[in-house]
């Protein structure tokens, strides 16, 4: 999308085919309270062909639902056992792991990351500040979001990222920030941090880490590998769920070296829900496996003043203002997102088998469906009505196409791939691999004019230059 170019100041990196047949309705694994109204916020999305395939989980002072939507393995909806890549929330078990060997006194909150890797290995620093643990788990590091002989453009991109190409890149880095003085996303930072822990404590990372924190909190269902259907239990390669891009077309598997810290794990709803269920117990002062650092974690690491309140981050997690715990992750074909809420011993999990972050404005529906204040479900233009967009437009000067196809809306230029507008709402619509809103505008006569295309906070008219528009779509 070399014509966005001019527009654009940063990208997003995540950590067409025939859509496929959707369920007319949710298949839940156990049935429970909440199932009519969770699915009258889901089935929009998957009539829409927004998402392939989707797992509800909720935890409720106890109660556990699971809700599938969409097609899944062998056609059916997905369920409670289904896998999914994880992405990002990854970040979540190296923290807890980072936690655990902070609480055993095996590495120090503060301690600079150089100590825990090999002797001659090179960690940069930025005005005489070295990069620290806490710092790596903050987003605090410097580092930029991705190591610079990382790819972002291969099916597979942290695939071949190795420790020799973490320790040459580490000896070659220039830091944006000094350590510590800024809070910037860093998928590197994250990767380093549970490279580096696991190094100190003698293993690689998906070793270390299935010893000290999946096996201790029986997650059976998460791995780093998928297993093919052998073993004890059997689990068969059958459970895992394909993903795809924001078009419904089939995305490649991501998997992890030096960098599996960041974003590698595959799991189930049923699993995320078990970690859930652990930290809201920790939260009450439990004393099993990895409460205390599960506790540890929890600890909201930001400085604020007296009186202030509002968003923090805890080590791995993010807190909202209402004091509700979460992480997002995506990859090529996935994204999900899990929460949950001291307060009312509630938690929420969503994954989804396609690369769309319009997937994290589901978890707070989910949340008013759990408070009894369910809210209209999303309201998505129906094909017809995608056709009032259709037509050229003049934006600074370039010839864009929006087209109609296939119940889905395009835009592209000449000699440029098309990419998909993903709906928002009646007129607004998203263009997902670089985070860009594109918002139709109309004349009185009902006919639209122009779009306008927002990048961050830049805004860039298009003025439609067809003069056959066709007529808005009747209701």
């Not at 940063?10 to 859509?19: K, M, T, Y």
């Not at 790819?151 to 942290?158: K, M, S, V």
């Not at 000699?415 to 709402?425: F, G, K, Q």
Request: hydrophobic share 40%; charged share 20%; aromatic share 8%.
């Amino acid at each position: 999308m070399r014509w966005l170019f001019p527009f654009i100041t940063a990208g997003l990196v995540a950590c067409g085919s025939a859509p496929p047949k959707v369920a007319a309705k949710p298949l839940g694994d156990p049935k429970g309270a909440h199932e009519s109204a969770i699915a009258g916020q889901l089935q929009p999305y998957i009539e829409a062909q927004l998402l392939r395939g989707v797992v509800v989980g909720v935890y409720d002072a106890g109660k556990r639902e699971v809700y599938g939507f969409g097609t899944g393995p062998n056609g059916a909806p997905p369920n409670g056992d289904t896998l999914f890549e994880l992405g990002s929330i990854t970040k979540v078990y190296t923290a807890l792991m980072f936690a655990d060997a902070v609480q055993r006194k095996e590495v120090e909150l503060d301690q600079p990351v150089a100590d825990l890797l090999p002797t001659g290995a090179t960690v940069p620093g930025k005005d005489q500040r070295v990069i620290t643990l806490k710092e790596l788990a903050l987003h605090g590091s410097g580092l930029p979001r991705i190591p610079p002989s990382v790819n972002p453009n291969l099916a597979d991109p942290y695939a071949l990222y190795n420790a020799d190409a973490m320790y040459k890149d580490l000896a070659a880095a220039q830091l944006e920030t000094a350590p510590g003085v800024k809070v910037a996303y860093s998928n590197w930072g994250y990767g380093l941090l549970g490279f580096a822990v696991a190094h100190k404590l003698g293993g690689h990372y998906a070793e270390v880490l299935k010893r000290r924190v999946l096996d201790p909190l029986k997650l059976t269902s998460t791995y780093f590998l998928v297993p093919a259907e052998q073993g004890t239990p059997p689990v068969p390669t059958a459970n895992l769920q394909v993903g795809s891009n924001d078009d419904l077309a089939d995305a490649s598997a991501w998997h992890a070296d030096a960098l599996a810290g960041a974003g590698s794990l595959v799991s189930t709803a049923n699993d995320q829900l078990s970690l859930i269920e652990a930290e809201l117990d920790a939260d009450a002062g439990g004393k099993l496996p990895l409460r205390g650092a599960m506790r540890l974690t929890q600890e909201a690491q930001m400085e604020t003043q007296v009186g202030e309140t509002g968003p923090n981050a805890g080590l791995g997690w993010q807190i909202d203002a209402d004091g509700r715990y979460w992480h997002n992750g995506q990859t090529g074909g996935y994204h999900t997102f899990i929460t949950f809420d001291p307060k009312a011993r509630r938690g929420v999990v969503v994954l989804a088998a396609t690369a769309t972050t319009l997937v994290d404005a589901i978890p707070s529906r989910v949340y008013a469906v759990l408070d009894n204040q369910t809210p209209a479900p999303p309201k998505f233009p129906a094909p017809r009505d995608l056709i009032q967009f259709a037509g050229q437009y003049d934006l600074a000067g370039t010839k864009v196409s929006v087209v109609a196809d296939d119940k889905r809306l395009y835009i592209s230029a000449p000699n440029e791939p098309r990419a998909r507008l993903l709906p928002l709402s009646d007129h607004e619509f998203l263009i997902e691999a670089i985070q860009a809103a594109v918002v139709f505008e109309r004349e009185a006569d009902g006919k639209i004019s122009r779009f306008v295309l927002v990048v961050g906070q830049q805004q860039v008219n298009a003025t439609r230059v067809d003069p056959d528009a066709p007529a808005p779509a009747a209701n």
